[in-house]
T-cell receptor
Framework: EPEVTQTPSHQVTQMGQEVILRCVPI?????FYWYRQILGQKVEFLVS????????KSEIFDDQFSVERPDGSNFTLKIRSTKLEDSAMYFC????????????FGDGTRLSIL | DAKTTQPTSMDCAEGRAANLPCNHS???????VYWYRQIHSQGPQYIIH???NNETNEMASLIITEDRKSSTLILPHATLRDTAVYYC??????????????FGTGTRLQVFP
């Protein structure tokens, strides 16, 4: 069964550094998402992306965040200048977008900011 | 999206049925009930969804009350691998609807030997 894959599984970065989290959505999917989960808290929506542009973003997704689909397969989340509070699990999800099709999630990247 | 209420935690013996309730008393007529689960530190996993009829797939069954104000997810023969947090989410579902999922705190199901 096709799945969403994310790399790396764990990323350790110094505060203030840039980080890029990578995702390969399911190949025939058209809508892409990033969510995050701070340890012990709820899964929170960050951003949705379709047709090479952001569809919706949350208040968390400020100017330090950006997303890109640089080629036909990858979907990336960039944090320009990381803060301690960016430490979290980051999940990528995708869906075909047709009726009854759920969002499928990757297993996440654990981001640790030192 | 309508809000849901779920118990914080539940236990279930291995091999027995796990029945996870969800209240969604303010659900609208065009909103579906979705269930996801999250096994420790993994990404949320889709389980099942339904509108008003009961649904069954290889993972679980979904029973929705006639007034649609509550539902129950049933894992017919729980295994230790079913230990997870289970999320009940209500949302509109139509062709092209790609809205974000709004997760609550869910129910932590512990399956014991």
């Amino acid at each position: 069964e096709p799945e969403v894959t994310q790399t790396p599984s764990h990323q350790v970065t110094q505060m203030g550094q840039e980080v890029i989290l990578r995702c390969v959505p399911i190949s025939n999917h058209l809508y892409f998402y990033w969510y995050r989960q701070i340890l012990g808290q709820k899964v929170e929506f960050l951003v949705s992306f379709y047709n090479n542009e952001i569809s919706e973003k949350s208040e968390i997704f400020d100017d330090q965040f950006s997303v890109e689909r640089p080629d036909g397969s990858n979907f990336t989340l960039k944090i320009r200048s990381t803060k301690l509070e960016d430490s979290a699990m980051y999940f990528c999800a995708s869906t075909r977008g047709t009726l009854y099709q759920p969002q499928h999630f990757g297993d996440g990247t654990r981001l640790s900011i030192l | 999206d309508a809000k849901t209420t779920q118990p914080t935690s539940m236990d279930c013996a291995e091999g027995r049925a796990a029945n996870l309730p969800c209240n969604h008393s303010t659900i609208s007529g065009n909103e579906y009930v979705y269930w996801y689960r999250q096994i420790h530190s993994q990404g949320p996993q889709y389980i099942i969804h339904g509108l008003k009829n009961n649904e069954t797939n290889e993972m679980a069954s979904l029973i929705i009350t006639e007034d649609r104000k509550s539902s129950t997810l049933i894992l017919p023969h729980a295994t230790l691998r079913d230990t997870a947090v289970y999320y009940c989410i209500v949302r509109v579902d139509k062709a092209g609807n790609t809205d974000k999922l709004i997760f609550g705190t869910g129910t932590r199901l512990q399956v014991f030997p």
